[in-house]
């Protein structure tokens, strides 16, 4: 029964995002769904920014490992991105009337800082959607009792959520997540209240948690720990921002109000739905002690769909499934169309300046082919966690991108060689230590790149410009 349930759930999702597809005419329906969408799928569809594989899975695991302080960047930093990002795109870039941030670096400096901002971010998908395959395999593996393999599971999952990408974009995006929101709440908050009486109830599951030290926050044992809190809470909060997938669940607004208030309403309830999942997987803990604490060691994502499958009757777990597959694909089809979306307008277009829109179109969708088995590729070879893979995704545009787009909004003498010098100072700063010390250096390598960026900017800005007109790399 919970497999044939978790077979129609995946068919009707199919055909819900083909059905969008029907809506697609030129590139501008594809990416930003023709800037259209009215508050509740704006809301629902930053809400499922990043209410995925980690939220699920990464963040729950984490935080009954860790506690609160070893989630500082998601919920709290992710949450903020989307508050801030919302904010920032509703009132600077809006009007601009851009596919991508890429355009934004074209505008504003040249094309080659549009190319290499672009290539940042695209290369900071790589981790995060292939945490989202990642989990997909999970979920099939587990469902099917390891009938499917965890690496069947990520090929079969790649390939649903891959077809209705393709063909609908942004509208089978935002579509299906105004659906799968209802799904996610509905689903998370009746396990919820399944599992709270197994343990008796929500206020004996947060003592437990606040008597064994879970809901301690803040670092304790001097400056390092705070450097190392900080760097990760602020990597997640601002090295979020310059992402292709939040510029566009934001711009796809059918009006600038409607972005800002969409994102304030999507991140808030991003922030205070993340503790369910958490609650759900610390539960655990008080039912089966032994069990889940041995599980824990060995493989902490396994906890939540375990637990549910052992404790839970075949309907809850149906409900639980179709709650999680909704996450995941509702995430992971937004960061699969994002990377592609970029790379094709801000990398690939510049060597076909005088390509139609239709044809456009196509390479969009033959980009978003290529990079889905891109990810596939490292999803099936990584051995990190999902949440280590979304927590490290964001250094690069931290260190490389941030710097760049938010001085080209809000300072005037911001210049095509400061962005230029931020770029190169951030990444090569971070990739260098990473490379050389690794988590043994004393402060977090990304927070040294995005210092040095900052300084690249304001010394490239402010001396007498000799690269303000750099060669483009192709006719724009």
């Not at 879970?214 to 310059?242: A, E, H, Q, R, Y």
């Not at 750099?470 to 006719?475: D, G, I, K, S, T």
Request: charged letters at 10%.
């Amino acid at each position: 029964m919970l497999i044939w349930f978790v077979v129609a759930y995946l068919i009707v999702s199919v055909g819900i995002g083909l059905f969008a597809a029907t809506r697609v005419h030129s590139t501008k329906d594809f990416a930003v769904a023709g800037r259209s969408l009215p508050l509740p799928v704006v809301m629902a569809t930053v809400f499922a920014t990043w209410f995925g594989a980690e939220a699920v899975f990464g963040v729950s695991a984490t935080f009954v490992k860790e506690g609160l302080g070893g989630v500082v960047a998601d919920p709290f930093g992710a949450s903020l991105c989307l508050i801030i990002a919302g904010l920032f795109y509703g009132s600077r870039l809006y009007k601009i009337n851009v596919l991508t941030l890429g355009d934004f670096f074209r505008i504003r400096y040249n094309r080659t800082v549009e190319v290499l901002t672009t290539l940042c971010i695209v290369v900071s998908y790589l981790g995060w959607v292939s945490a989202q395959i990642k989990a997909l395999g999970l979920v099939f593996s587990v469902v099917t009792n390891d009938a499917i393999s965890q690496t069947g599971g990520m090929i079969l999952g790649a390939a649903i959520v891959l077809t209705y990408t393709t063909f609908g974009g942004m509208f089978s995006v935002a579509i299906l997540d105004f659906v799968q929101m209802g799904v996610v709440m509905g689903g998370m908050l009746f396990i919820a209240h399944t599992i709270s009486g197994m343990t008796g109830g929500v206020e004996a599951v947060v003592s437990h948690a606040a008597a064994a030290g879970k809901l301690d926050f803040f670092p304790k044992g001097g400056l390092m720990p705070w450097l190392n809190f900080l760097g990760v809470w602020i990597t997640m909060m601002l090295g979020s921002i310059p992402q292709q997938d939040v510029f566009q669940r934001v711009t796809s607004a059918k009006s600038a109000k409607i972005a800002i208030y969409g994102s304030l309403l999507g991140g808030i309830a991003y922030f205070a739905f993340t503790f369910v999942p958490m609650f759900i997987a610390y539960s655990a803990t008080l039912i089966d002690p032994a069990f889940f604490n041995a599980l824990l060691e060995n493989d902490p994502q396994r906890v939540l769909p375990t637990l549910v499958l052992q404790h839970t009757p075949v309907f809850a777990q149906a409900i639980f499934f179709g709650a999680v597959l909704a996450a995941i694909m509702s995430c992971s089809s937004a960061t699969l169309l994002a990377p592609s979306v970029a790379f094709s307008e801000n990398v690939i277009r510049g060597f076909f300046p005088g390509i139609s829109d239709r044809a456009f179109l196509r390479l969009m969708r033959i980009t978003i082919v290529g990079f889905t088995c891109l990810v596939l590729g490292f999803a099936l070879v990584s051995d990190a966690s999902i949440f280590e893979m979304v927590e490290s995704a964001y250094k690069i545009t931290l260190a490389g991108a941030f710097v760049p787009l938010f001085f080209g909004a809000y300072w005037q003498r911001a210049t095509a060689q400061g962005a230029l010098f931020a770029i190169f100072g951030g990444v090569a700063s971070w990739i260098s230590l990473e490379l050389a010390f690794g988590e043994a250096f004393p402060v977090p390598p990304q927070l040294i790149g995005f210092a040095l960026s900052i300084l690249g900017m304001l010394a490239g800005s402010l001396l007498p410009q000799k690269f303000g007109r750099v060669a483009p790399l192709a006719a724009p």
